[in-house]
């Protein structure tokens, strides 16, 4: 079982990636099942095969400890890491190809609290991928998506598994703006380039700086612009994860005649 975990900052738009990548996926005919990580979760845009508000609910935890919801998401995620053996083993009675995981709005408690590597390693760390979200109203500045790239790079130190970024909700950009974007992902120096125009001193020496490191780092990597709204992107997404653990190999070929 392949497992794909959806990161990003709050109202990325994992939880609606999670849910059309997997309506994608069944119309197809491939095999996933999807696993909410959020106890916080709030009507959820599509039907989970494993909801861990079966076990852990945000709501309850605050009112039992008397916490804000920040705080008693730390205390869920610790719940959350003891629950995971339990929730792989319900994993594992599914058979699936693929685990698609919506993790929490707090992506800093995704990212560096030790119990979502707990929950990393529970589940298989040798099979798992991160697509990490980039917002498309917070990348369409320069630094804006320099802080996002940071963040992703921060996560991806901190997580220490492979990383697919993907710019979400395509949709509400104008085809100029999304090319603009990936070409930044695509050719860091068009990035530099519009670094250097803005407008503040401060933020360009800085935006400067970081971008050095990421150059150094070696983390370019191309953005994936998807859209959950009409469908962009979701081969994409499939393509890579096949390259990434098949070498290319397609499950589509596995598939039966009748589906
Ligand atoms: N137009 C458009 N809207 C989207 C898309 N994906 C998500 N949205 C909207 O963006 C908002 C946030 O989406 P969610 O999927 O809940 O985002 P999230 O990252 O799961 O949010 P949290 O779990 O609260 O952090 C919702 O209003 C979605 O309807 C998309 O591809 N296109
Ligand atoms: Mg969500």
């Known amino acids: 079982m392949i497992n794909l975990y959806f990161v990003g900052t709050a109202g990325s738009g994992k939880s609606t990636l999670t849910g059309a990548f997997k309506a994608w996926m069944v119309n197809q005919g491939l095999d996933a099942i999807t696993i909410n990580l959020d106890p916080g979760a709030e009507g959820l845009p599509y039907t989970s095969e494993i909801d861990v508000r079966e076990w852990i609910s945000l709501p309850e935890v605050m009112d039992r400890y008397g916490l804000g919801p920040n705080g008693a998401q730390i205390v869920c995620a610790d719940m959350l890491a003891m629950k995971a053996p339990e929730i792989k083993g319900i994993m594992e009675e599914f058979d699936s190809d693929y685990a698609l995981i919506d993790t929490p709005g707090q ?97 360009l020496q800085n935006s400067i700086e970081i971008f050095k490191a990421m150059e150094v780092l070696d983390i370019q990597r191309e953005l994936i612009p998807t859209s959950s709204e009409n469908g962009t992107g979701m081969e994409d997404i499939y393509n890579i994860v096949q390259q990434m653990f098949f070498g290319g190999e397609d499950l589509l070929d596995d598939r039966q005649p009748d589906e």
Do not use: H
Request: net charge negative.
């Open 107 to 203: 992506v800093e408690l995704f990212a560096y609290r030790d119990s979502s590597k707990a929950i990393i390693d529970t589940f298989g760390r040798k099979n798992s991928l991160l697509a990490y979200l980039f917002d498309p109203f917070l990348s369409r500045e320069p630094s804006g998506f320099v802080s996002l790239f940071m963040l992703c790079t921060s996560i991806q130190f901190r997580i220490e598994l492979p990383f697919m970024p993907i710019l979400s909700k395509s949709d509400m950009l104008d085809e100029e703006k999304c090319e603009k974007i990936v070409n930044w992902s695509r050719d860091f120096s068009t990035l530099y380039d519009d670094l250097i125009s803005s407008p503040s001193s401060m933020q």
